[in-house]
């Protein structure tokens, strides 16, 4: 079992900042890419941004030159740095995890997600 930890969401005013961290944890053998997602009240799930393990990483184009997704692979986490916040930004954060878990003595995929943080951007 994987499993993925977020903390750090809130409430912000527009304009502020906030930071997302997400942290894995369970027989991980590799992480290849975490990403962020979010969800806003009668909205689909979207990507945020990605990072590979190799640190490209990859954003919509919503978030460009106002967040930046970093991860530690040492400490199986990653992070998202959210800057110039809009009301727009307000939803519910997921952070998604892919790789391969060890399973008796063997390897397996998994496909792991985070139970979601709230960020709300309002004056």
């Known amino acids: 079992q994987v499993q993925l930890v977020e903390s750090g969401g809130g409430l912000v005013q527009p304009g502020g900042s906030l930071r997302l961290s997400c942290a894995a944890s369970?027989?991980?053998?590799?992480?290849?890419?975490m990403a962020w997602y979010r969800q806003a009240p009668g909205k689909q799930r979207e990507l945020v941004a990605a990072?590979?393990?190799?640190?490209?990483?990859n954003y919509a184009d919503s978030v460009k030159g106002r967040f930046t997704i970093s991860r530690d692979n040492a400490k199986n986490t990653v992070y998202l740095q959210m800057n110039s916040l809009k009301p727009e930004d307000t939803a519910v954060y997921y952070c998604?995890?892919?790789?391969?878990?060890?399973?008796?003595?063997?390897?397996?995929?998994?496909?792991?997600w985070g139970q979601g943080a709230q960020v709300t951007v309002s004056s």
């Open positions: 369970g027989s991980i053998f590799s992480i290849n890419a």
């Open positions: 990072i590979t393990s190799g640190g490209t990483t």
């Open positions: 998604n995890a892919e790789g391969s878990r060890w399973y008796q003595a063997s390897r397996r995929r998994f496909d792991a």
